[in-house]
């Protein structure tokens, strides 16, 4: 399994890219699919991507002119080439545009995930790999959670959320922020679908025996700390 990490995929063969965005979904990141270069940059002016996967052969232009495009606006998230261009020439070419890997076509989707992944641990990333606070731990690449050094089990939706309040502990973290991070733009999202994922996930913290808590910021967010806490104490 993967991040929840929010990746950008831009493939103009649509059934490469209902394959990709099933592995990447299976992987644990949210994956926003365009078929041509100017719906992905129309998406990027409105949400905030910690990766982009880009085809060079759109339909309506060059994945490279998209990526200069991209670079130009100073989006500086990393950027996977998708293509089955393999000369040295095309590569530097990339590279030289602001490209920060190259894969080729056809490729398995393990190398595709593997090379997000790695993208997104570099210096300046957004992936860490271990986060630890109170007596749990979360490895955010194999997406195993522990408690005490105990292996737990939490479902896919709370382990994404959190991995965000682990990344940001003792920060309030903004609903909008979690719930841009949990539901692609296709899926269906309730008024309170990010309250009760809070809540389910709350419940299992204590099951667990896990050293935190999450308290809620009426109208704001949530704040994980380290320590147990009676929710219903007056912080939420």
């Known amino acids: 399994m993967g991040s929840s990490m929010r990746i950008l995929l831009v493939e103009h063969n649509i059934r490469l890219a209902e394959m990709v965005v099933i592995n990447l979904q299976k992987a644990g990141f949210v994956v926003d699919s365009f078929a041509t270069g100017a719906e992905g940059l129309a998406a990027v002016d409105t949400t905030r991507y910690d990766a982009v996967a880009l085809d060079l052969g759109l339909p309506d232009m060059d994945g490279f002119d998209v990526l200069r495009l991209l670079r130009g606006q100073g989006n500086i998230a990393p950027v ?31 190398e595709l995930v593997a090379r997000l992944r790695a993208l997104l641990r570099r210096p300046g990333g957004v992936l860490g790999v271990t986060l630890s606070v109170g007596n749990l731990t979360l490895d955010t690449v194999a997406r195993e959670v522990r408690v005490d050094g105990t292996l737990v089990r939490l479902s896919r939706r709370e382990t994404e959320v959190l991995e965000h309040l682990m990344r940001r502990a003792g920060r309030v973290v903004p609903k909008s922020v979690i719930e841009e991070s949990l539901y692609g733009f296709a899926e269906e999202v309730t008024a309170n679908s990010v309250e009760a994922q809070v809540s389910r996930l709350r419940k299992r913290l204590l099951a667990i025996n896990a050293n935190l808590s999450i308290h809620t910021r009426r109208g704001i967010g949530y704040l994980l700390m380290e320590g147990r806490k009676d929710e219903g104490s007056g912080r939420r």
């Open 80 to 110: 996977l080439i998708l293509t089955t261009r393999d000369s040295v020439h095309d590569r530097v070419k990339g590279l030289n545009g602001g490209a920060d890997d190259t894969l080729l076509k056809p490729f398995a989707m393990e």
